[in-house]
């Protein structure tokens, strides 16, 4: 099971940028997916999650600007990013709880995407 993410690239500050991470491989369902960045010299970090069920959670430096969004047909998660900053400059990485058989389950992660956001 692999995630492949794509769309990240250079805006400047207030533009928008869409992310997406699709799952492919040996797939019974997939669980919770959520989006997660590092910026240079700083932790990884929750930016928004999902669950199977549709509820979410925002980090509250992203909350208002960013909307996750999932479509369980294609195993595809999205991060809609608006008004971004130069401080949401960072690699984005996706996320995931899959499970490959009804009793097995893996948390994979993506390749990660740079986002880069200039002043």
């Known amino acids: 099971v692999q995630l492949q993410a794509s769309g990240g690239g250079s805006v400047q500050a207030g533009g928008s940028l869409r992310l997406s991470c699709a799952a492919s491989g040996r797939i019974f369902s997939v669980k919770d997916m959520g989006w997660y960045r590092q910026a240079p010299g700083k932790q990884r970090e929750l930016v928004a999650a999902i669950r199977s069920g549709g509820s979410t959670n925002y980090a509250d430096s992203v909350k208002g600007r960013f909307t996750i969004a999932r479509d369980n047909a294609r195993n595809t998660v999205y991060l809609q990013m608006n008004s971004l900053q130069p401080e949401d400059t960072a690699v984005y990485y996706c996320?995931?709880?899959?499970?490959?058989?009804?009793?097995?389950?893996?948390?994979?992660w993506g390749q990660g995407t740079l986002v880069t956001v200039s002043s």
């Open positions: 996320n995931a709880d899959v499970l490959t058989t009804i009793a097995t389950k893996q948390n994979i």
